[in-house]
């Protein structure tokens, strides 16, 4: 008997001697094997005559040392494992097996309606049966209270009384019993054999994290650590990190979201699901800021427990003695280089180097967008990728985590293409400079100095409406070739407490996980000076913003916030940093300028008429721009190049909107 579907027929032999000793010890074995024939293929193994038993328990019981390791050749069935991992005794694991023999063979539920004497046709197996049969072997109580309670068995009718209670081994788990070939796991986990697992050295992690991660699997077998906490940023592997840790103790993985397991059938099936399989259970949580969770308590199963986590949030109940916790960050740009080797291989564009320094990407996000860079390659029949085709795969990844959020701007322009003043340019060099050098600005700098240097570039744009701030954000962000994106921080604002810093928190994790430029616009919603606590409300609005402060802070990115209100802002926040860039209204040359760059080609309005528009009428960039796209409309309605009369018109039509006086003299046509 060394096959695990032999060990597991030995059982299904035993069960179905104690139905027909029972059989037997009523006078009813005849008429049972009449009534129901099937039962002779079982009686030739089970019964040696009529009346007569075999030794069927002595022959589990030496099955049984092949579990314990007497064999250690042997392969085991899942129910000797299950057995040995929750202790389960004899007449406990018959139970189970009698239980689920339906789940066998349908006919089986027929004759537990004959042996009750129902008048249904089938029945499962109920509590008064579970006496008869146990008769001598312990109190049905007792030995039902831990199948029920690890979700080995469940009750069908559990609003009926306990007498007429019937019983039900779940599909899936009968299924994983008796060593089924096919089995169809769950929609609710995410299950993969051992062999299917990474190799820790094949993933994203830096030498010392990678060392102290090869010590764990020793301290797990000497029970030293039993639950294994990784926090990390979405898209950088945490689960992966347990998969090489299951696979280096020999187990598969089986992961499920926090969510479900407040379902009590899901998680009253996943300690067993876990046992059978040989599987490390892996909780993962999606928590917000202050928000505490608690691990599980998974009865049928033992071993060591893994938590997938968030940079937000904690645990509950975790054995503190016995749990060790992981922080994984995003990968420096070498080890980056190396997975878009692996996954891109010969199709890999020029200058790969550039790309790894530039997306500041998780090992996970690093594959997703690699693999739909491919096949907008071969969508388009080239052999190598193209950089384009990897800002494809990345706008297609940020339309899936990100767009729900916040809205994607197009990247575009150059600084030539902005009017600003020569001050107001310089500082957004700077800021260009500051975050193309963020990652390796650290290596140039002093130990004690670097210390405080994150990864994250902060940045304030300060100015009335229309002076060119979001035109800034997106020329910064295409110098840099990144994609930007942009969040109303008004709109996130939300009445219910702790609401507003849930949205912060998830846009902000989404982003810093994506690699792109976040703008916060309209910041003084949220970065407003803190006020005197004088009722409940100032007390949540402070609260809102000190999240925030602390939270960018933290932030590892690049992220922009526009204020209208520059005086209003927090002094912390202004303290906070990188760079306060201030945009002032322009100048006669300035607005000259952006007339210039906002007028289409072939004009026919001369240098003259627009160098007065711009002296005489004190226009911020965005009505400028309003007032070209007027003019373009008129000349195109009228069928011509934008004339003269089409500039000066769109410029009254612009002041009307304001509702002020055109300062251009009438007539001037």
């Given amino acids: 008997m060394g096959a695990p579907t032999e060990h597991f027929a030995a059982y299904v032999r035993a069960a179905v001697g104690v139905l027909l000793q029972q059989l037997h010890r009523t006078g009813r074995l005849a008429e049972a094997l009449e009534r129901f024939p099937f039962l002779l293929e079982y009686q030739a193994v089970t019964l040696a005559e009529p009346g007569a038993a075999v030794d069927w328990l002595g022959d589990l019981l030496r099955l049984e040392a092949l579990a314990h390791g007497e064999r250690p050749g042997e392969a085991v069935a899942p129910i000797a494992t299950l057995r040995q991992e929750m202790g389960l005794d004899m007449p406990q694991v018959l139970l ?115 060392a102290r991660l090869q010590q764990l699997p020793a301290l797990i077998g000497h029970g030293e650590a039993k639950t294994i906490v990784v ?195 310089q500082q957004l060099r700077h800021l260009e400079r500051r975050c193309r050098h963020r990652e390796r600005l650290t290596q140039h700098l002093s130990p004690a100095y670097s210390a405080g240097v994150g990864g994250g570039v902060r940045a304030l744009l300060s100015g009335p409406s229309g002076t060119g701030k979001t035109l800034a954000a997106r020329v910064l962000a295409a110098e840099l070739g990144l994609e930007i994106y942009r969040v109303d921080l008004a709109a996130v604002v939300n009445k219910y407490i702790g609401e507003t810093e849930k949205n912060l928190s998830q846009v902000l994790a989404r982003a810093e996980s994506l690699g792109v430029i976040l703008l916060l616009d309209e910041g003084d919603s949220l970065l407003g000076k803190r006020s005197e606590v004088r009722s409940s409300n100032d007390r949540y609005a402070n609260l809102q913003t000190n999240y925030l402060l602390q939270r960018l802070e933290s932030y590892s990115g690049i992220v922009l916030v526009t204020t209208n209100l520059g005086q209003s802002i927090d002094q912390a926040f202004q303290r906070r940093m990188d760079a306060v860039i201030e945009f002032l209204p322009p100048s006669d040359a300035e607005r000259l300028r952006i007339w210039r760059l906002h007028l289409p080609e072939g004009h026919g309005v001369d240098e003259t008429f627009l160098q007065e528009v711009a002296g005489r009428c004190n226009m911020t960039g965005g009505q400028i721009r309003n007032a070209a796209l007027q003019a373009a409309l008129l000349a195109l309605d009228a069928g011509r190049p934008v004339s003269r009369g089409d500039v000066e018109e769109a410029v009254r039509m612009e002041y009307r909107k304001a509702g002020t006086l055109c300062p251009l003299p009438m007539g001037m046509r």
């Fill in 96 to 210: 189970l097996v009698l239980a689920g023999l339906p789940e066998q063979d349908a006919r089986f539920g027929a004759l537990y309606a004959h042996m009750l004497h129902f008048a249904s046709p089938y029945c499962r197996p109920s509590w008064p049966l579970f006496r008869q049969l146990l008769d001598g072997l312990g109190d049905v109580g007792q030995v039902c209270r831990p199948l029920l309670r690890s979700g080995l068995l469940t009750v069908v009718n559990p609003d009926f009384p306990r007498p007429e209670w019937e019983f039900a081994v779940p599909a899936l788990l009968w299924d994983l019993l008796s060593g089924a070939r096919q089995i169809v796991m769950p929609a609710w986990c995410r299950h993969r054999e051992a062999q299917a697992l990474p190799a820790l050295e094949g993933l994203l992690l830096e030498p010392d994290l990678l």
């Fill in 231 to 425: 926090r990390a940023p979405a898209g950088c592997e945490a689960a992966e990190v347990l998969g090489g840790l299951a696979r280096v103790l020999g187990r598969g993985l089986v992961e499920v979201a926090a969510a479900d397991l407040e379902q009590d059938r899901i998680r009253q099936t996943l300690g067993p699901l876990c046992t059978l399989t040989g599987s490390l259970p892996v909780i993962t949580y999606d928590l917000g800021p202050g928000e505490a969770a608690p691990l599980p308590d998974l009865p049928g199963y033992s071993g060591p427990l893994g938590a997938v986590l968030g940079l937000e949030g904690g645990l509950t109940g975790a054995p503190g003695d016995h749990s060790v916790t992981f922080e994984l960050g995003i990968p420096p740009a070498a080890l980056r280089l190396r997975r878009w080797q692996q996954v891109l291989g010969d199709r890999a564009p020029e200058r790969l180097g550039d790309v790894a320094e530039r997306y500041a990407l998780g090992g996970g996000h690093i594959s997703s967008v690699a693999e739909r860079a491919l096949l907008q390659a071969s969508l388009e029949q080239r052999q190598v990728v193209a950089h384009s085709d990897l800002r494809a795969g990345l706008r297609s990844l940020g339309a899936h985590l990100l767009e729900n959020l916040a809205v994607r701007l197009e990247a575009r322009g150059r600084w030539e293409e902005i009017a600003v003043s020569d001050q107001t340019l």
